[in-house]
């Protein structure tokens, strides 16, 4: 019997990263208020993992015996978690305050398997170049990251604002980390490729 295996998730670029593996899987919008994780009563890893675990079990009592993969991320500046901005003039805000510095992005990731569950943190270091207003505004009209973490979609053209990228994994950036993924599902008894 083949396991069911579920991406709680409606993002369009998890989705491409999850298709990568070549597994049959489903997305499936998860039944979460992400409210219900308090931002700032846990460290800004433990909030990423809160909302990853939140979204992977609000389907688990659908699909109790499916692979159930959660995923969320958060961007981190001076110990402070950058909320999605949810208009342009947060999202330039945003930008202005990470312009030329570093900062940390943190890409949780929870799988869940009948009694299993495996939680995963994979952070990122991206230093941000040096850009004027203008730039930032024309950045944001662009891509318009609203609904992104720190106010960027690193898979866009979100790439043109770095000058630095620090990760063990690559597909963490955009939003799911495979490398582990593949360890977890691996484990589950999944064979890969």
Do not use: W
Not at 14 to 20: A, I
Not at 39 to 50: I, N, T, V
Not at 109 to 116: F, G
């Amino acid at each position: 019997m083949t396991e069911q295996i579920i991406l709680a998730s409606t993002s369009i670029y998890r989705k491409k990263l999850m298709e990568q593996l070549a597994l049959d899987f489903e997305t499936i919008a998860p039944n979460f208020d992400e409210s219900k994780v308090k931002r700032g009563s846990l460290p800004p890893a433990e909030y990423a993992l809160g909302l990853a675990e939140g979204k992977a079990k609000s389907l688990l009592g659908k699909y109790p015996d499916a692979i159930i993969i959660g995923s969320d991320q958060v961007s981190v500046i001076e110990d402070e978690i950058l909320g999605k901005p949810g208009d342009k003039q947060k999202a330039v805000e945003q930008l202005e305050r990470l312009n030329g510095k570093t900062h940390e992005l943190l890409t949780a990731m929870v799988v869940l398997h009948k009694d299993l569950a495996y939680r995963h943190i994979d952070q990122t270091l991206l230093t941000m170049r040096q850009l004027d207003q203008d730039q930032l505004i024309r950045y944001v009209d662009r891509d318009n990251p609203v609904n992104s973490a720190g106010s960027y979609k690193i898979e866009a053209n979100g790439i043109c604002l770095f000058k630095r990228i620090q990760s063990d994994d690559h597909s963490a950036i955009v939003g799911l980390p495979l490398l582990k993924l593949v360890d977890v599902l691996t484990q589950v008894g999944l064979k890969l490729p």
